[in-house]
Each structure stands twice: as C-alpha cells, then as structure tokens.
C-alpha cells in the first residue's frame, strides 16, 4: 500500500527580496505593477514546486489591489507560504513589503493568493500532491481560510458564467443610464 506523503509549511516557504532599479519604473516614476506581479507568480511556482516536488502552473490568480505605490531605489521582499492543498492544487498566500533604507520606512503593498496545480510534464494531467502537516493555530488557521476561498472561488465562477448565460441586452440597456460610456444611436432608448 502507498503511504500518504506530508509536508511542513515551513519546508517550502519561501523569501524573494529584489532591488527597485530605474528599469521597472514606469512613466509617473514609479514601479510597474506588472514588475511586482512577474515576482509573485516567480514566488509562487518556486513554492508550490517545492512542496509539490515537481512541475506546476498557475491556475488563478485572486484579485492583486496595490494598497502603497512602490518607488525606484526601495527594497521589495516577498514571503510565500502554501497556505492550502487540495488533491493536485496548492493556495499559495503571497506578502508584499517594500522598504525605503533611507527613512526606515517598510509599506505592506499588497496581499494576494495564487492557486497552483501540479502537473505530470509529459501527459499535463494534474497529479496528487503531498499533504499539508500542518504545526500551529496559525497555519490551521491559514488551512481553513484557503479552503473557504477554494469553495468562495469555484461558486463565484459559476456565478459569473450563469450570469452571462443569463444576460437580455434589451432589458439591461436602460441600466447604463447614467454610466460613463455613450451607446451607438440605434440602440439608444426612446423617451
Ligand atoms: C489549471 C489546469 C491544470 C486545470 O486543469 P483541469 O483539467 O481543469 O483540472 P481539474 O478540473 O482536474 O482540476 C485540477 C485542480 O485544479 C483546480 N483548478 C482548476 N481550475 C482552476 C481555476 N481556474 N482556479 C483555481 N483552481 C483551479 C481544481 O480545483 C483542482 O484542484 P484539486 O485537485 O486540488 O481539487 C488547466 O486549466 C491548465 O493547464 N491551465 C493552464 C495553466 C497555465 O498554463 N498557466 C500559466 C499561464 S501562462
């Protein structure tokens, strides 16, 4: 019979610290978004595939909101932990700091969870991962929470394509009044 295989959250996790240079900076100054993201989805494959032991992808990615701009010459550190295991996936809770040397000064940017899957590389099927041992409230705590989201993510899908399905344009027309967009004139209601 084949043992269940477990492993500690601190076994993968992982910290990332990259310098803010002049190259990621956009046209206002300040660092890209697009920059801190390419370093969370680096962040979140190098911890899951270090839990999974092998080859994953990014299957979803949880709404990333920038709460502080992060400037040129900061200090941004990434910490990642796997913070759920499904079967072949893994929640992959992801902090963003950034710290400015010359003020001492250290800003939360942001907060967010990826969702990796675990693939065989030849066929891309998903494959069962290790289980989570997990050793404090905390990360039981963690555990619960990546299961509500999992559970919260798939309905919220769900929602969204059977809304779509449901959606009468005729009817839904007289709801853009007062929106910041201008319709074509057929389309525009009668009084
Ligand atoms: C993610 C992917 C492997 C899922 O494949 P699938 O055939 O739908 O697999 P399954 O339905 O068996 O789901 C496998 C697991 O992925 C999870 N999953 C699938 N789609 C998901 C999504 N959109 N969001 C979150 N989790 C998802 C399932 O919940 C399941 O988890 P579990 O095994 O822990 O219960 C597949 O959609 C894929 O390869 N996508 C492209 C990924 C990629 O290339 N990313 C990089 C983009 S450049």
Do not use: W
């Not at 969702?115 to 990360?139: F, H, Y």
Request: with cysteine.
């Amino acid at each position: 019979m084949c043992e269940s295989v477990f492993r500690t959250v601190t076994s993968s996790q992982v910290i990332l610290k990259e310098l803010m240079v002049p190259a990621y900076a956009n046209f206002g100054g300040k660092v890209h978004g697009g920059v801190i993201l390419s370093l969370m989805d680096k962040i979140a494959y190098t911890c899951a595939a270090s839990h999974a032991k092998g080859y994953c992808v990014t299957a979803s990615v949880d709404s990333v909101d920038f709460m502080n701009p992060v400037e040129v010459g900061e200090l941004l550190t990434l910490y990642a932990s796997v913070n759920y295991v499904g079967t072949s996936s893994m929640e992959v809770g992801i902090k963003v700091v950034s710290e400015d040397f010359k003020l001492g000064l250290v800003k939360h940017t942001n907060t967010s969870y990826f969702t990796m899957v675990a693939l065989d590389e030849e066929t891309r099927a998903p494959v069962k991962v290790a289980g989570l041992q997990l050793e404090n409230e905390e990360e039981i705590r963690r555990f619960v929470m990546g299961k509500l989201r999992k559970k919260l993510r798939r309905g919220h899908q769900q929602d969204i394509i059977d809304l779509g399905k449901k959606l009468d344009l005729e009817h839904t027309l007289g709801e853009l009044e007062g929106e910041n967009c201008l319709l074509p004139p057929e389309l525009v209601l009668p009084y």
